[in-house]
Nanobody, 113 residues
Framework: QVLLVESGGGLVQAGGSLRLSCAAS????????MGWYRQAPGKEREYVAL???????NYAEFVRGRFAISRDNAKNTIYLQMNSLKPEDTAVYYC???????WGQGTHVTVSS
């Protein structure tokens, strides 16, 4: 059974940091691009960041310079380091296998002002 499980969300004050993880099981994602998306209350899901199979990252403009995506293929896990968090970063964060369109269940991030 293929599973993507996010963790690391929580409540943090504005300016703080969180590190999200997404662990995959049931398959190996080493050759696939992996991404992070988010969905804020009342809004559509939006793209946050992507990391290619060769480790090359790409970011949405609104997180560039604050967030960093990484991957550990040996652990079958990707990460999203989120710094300088803002209240508008409050959302459910999802990871996605970009090749197979697998999604995790999401982890909640709340940034208080």
């Amino acid at each position: 059974q293929v599973l993507l499980v996010e963790s690391g969300g929580g409540l943090v004050q504005a300016g703080g940091s969180l590190r999200l993880s997404c662990a995959a099981s049931g398959y190996r994602f080493s050759g696939n691009a992996m991404g992070w998306y988010r969905q804020a209350p009342g809004k559509e899901r939006e793209y946050v960041a992507l990391i290619a199979s060769d480790g090359m990252p790409n970011y949405a403009e609104f997180v560039r310079g604050r967030f960093a995506i990484s991957r550990d293929n040996a652990k079958n896990t990707i990460y999203l380091q989120m710094n300088s968090l803002k209240p508008e970063d409050t959302a459910v964060y999802y990871c996605k296998d970009m090749k197979y369109d697998y999604w995790g269940q999401g982890t909640h991030v709340t940034v208080s002002s």
